[in-house]
């Protein structure tokens, strides 16, 4: 399995942004969003099912990011609004072929490569 992201970039405070993530080999029951700020441990962002239904998102993101997926391309999305300095960090999409979300990195089997997200204030 390979997960492939992209989407990062450099941004001001207020701007949004999308990251993409597809994933290649097989379909992945639960997909999500970590992301690592530089001397920071990695942190969950956001978690979705397979069926797209069921969400989870960290607090500090909560209302304003918001996951989504599509089964035909085993890809997910994470559309970033109303970006703060805090969020700037590598963003790393993760999956695994089990079901039930979620927050701990250490139950996801696969990761991608990650993309920098940067907000300048």
């Known amino acids: 399995v390979q997960l492939q992201a992209s989407g990062g970039g450099l941004v001001q405070v207020g701007d949004s942004l999308r990251l993409s993530c597809a994933a290649s080999g097989r379909t992945l029951s639960t997909m999500a969003w970590f992301r690592q700020a530089l001397g920071k441990e990695r942190e969950f962002v956001a978690a979705?099912?397979?069926?797209?239904?069921?969400?989870e998102y960290a607090d500090s993101v909560q209302g304003r990011f918001i996951i989504s997926r599509t089964n035909a391309k085993n890809t997910v999305w994470l559309q970033m609004n109303g970006l703060k300095p805090e969020d700037t960090a590598v963003y790393y999409c993760?999956?695994?072929?089990?079901?039930?979300?979620?927050?701990?990195?250490?139950?996801?089997?696969?990761w991608g490569q990650g993309t920098q997200v940067t907000v300048s204030s």
């Open positions: 993760a999956a695994r072929p089990v079901a039930g979300l979620t927050t701990s990195r250490a139950n996801y089997y696969y």
């Open positions: 979705i099912n397979l069926s797209g239904v069921r969400k």
